[in-house]
């Protein structure tokens, strides 16, 4: 079945630094979601990429999606504690039925 | 708007109790509906997963079964529970045949002792 490999699985960082993660997998994918779990929530959906080399910003927040539709990261600058939380990368396994897989997560530890 | 709803938010069941969680969604029809499992500080795992009533796919063998008596409602049941079923479980859902976002529920959290 699909499945798609994230690194790293931890990362602390001083307040103002910037933090990627990044999430690979062996086959093309159609698409790809991001998500953020802030500790003791519930995941939130942040940005789906769906095209070859696209960039997506949000604010301190930069997705990207390789051109071979194989990889993506999610970058943020100048990290802020509010940044804290679990980032999953998502991707819709073979069938077509909205079975979504998520990567193992990156966990993001921010210090003041 | 849609929302969803999953209850109860925790609990604690003794090993070879029965488990029921519940799940409902509103403001949408014929949605994909998902349970996921999260083990403390681990990613998530899905176990089931459902595109209509009464058509569930299981993702893991395990000790749980899944229902979905209704377009809206999506049901976690196990006769008798382990130790291993401790964790945080996650009800889903998205809009059917298109790969969109998925909208999580707050989330219920199981402990057994």
């Known amino acids: 079945g699909q499945q798609v490999m994230q690194i790293p699985q931890y990362q602390h960082v001083q307040e103002g630094e910037d933090f990627t993660t990044y999430c690979n997998s062996s086959?093309?994918?159609?698409?790809i979601q991001w998500y953020k779990q802030r500790p003791g929530g519930h995941p939130v959906f942040l940005i789906q990429?769906?095209?070859?080399?696209e960039v997506k910003k949000q604010k301190r927040l930069t997705f990207q999606f390789g051109e071979a539709k194989k990889n993506s990261s999610l970058h943020i600058t100048a990290t802020q504690t509010t940044d804290v939380g679990t980032y999953f990368c998502?991707?819709?396994?073979?069938?077509?039925?909205?079975?979504?897989?998520f990567g193992q997560g990156t966990t993001l530890q921010v210090k003041p | 708007s849609q929302t969803i709803h999953q209850w109860p938010a925790t609990l604690v069941q003794p090993v070879g109790s029965p488990l029921s969680l519940e799940c409902t969604v509103e403001?949408?029809?014929?949605?994909?509906l998902y349970w996921y499992r999260q083990a403390a500080g681990r990613g998530l795992q899905l176990l089931f997963y459902?595109?209509?009533?009464?058509?569930i796919s299981s993702e893991v063998p395990q000790n749980l079964s899944a229902s979905r008596p209704q377009d809206r409602q999506f049901i976690l049941s196990s006769k008798k529970l382990l130790l291993s079923d401790s964790g945080f479980y996650l009800c889903?859902?998205?809009?059917?045949?298109?790969?969109?976002?998925?909208?999580f529920g707050e989330g219920s959290r199981l402990t057994v002792l």
């Open positions: 459902s595109v209509g009533i009464g058509q």
């Open positions: 403001g949408t029809s014929n949605p994909n």
């Open positions: 998502a991707v819709h396994g073979s069938s077509n039925t909205g079975k979504l897989i």
């Open positions: 990429l769906v095209k070859s080399g």
């Open positions: 086959t093309t994918l159609s698409n």
């Open positions: 889903a859902w998205s809009r059917l045949g298109i790969t969109g976002e998925l909208f």
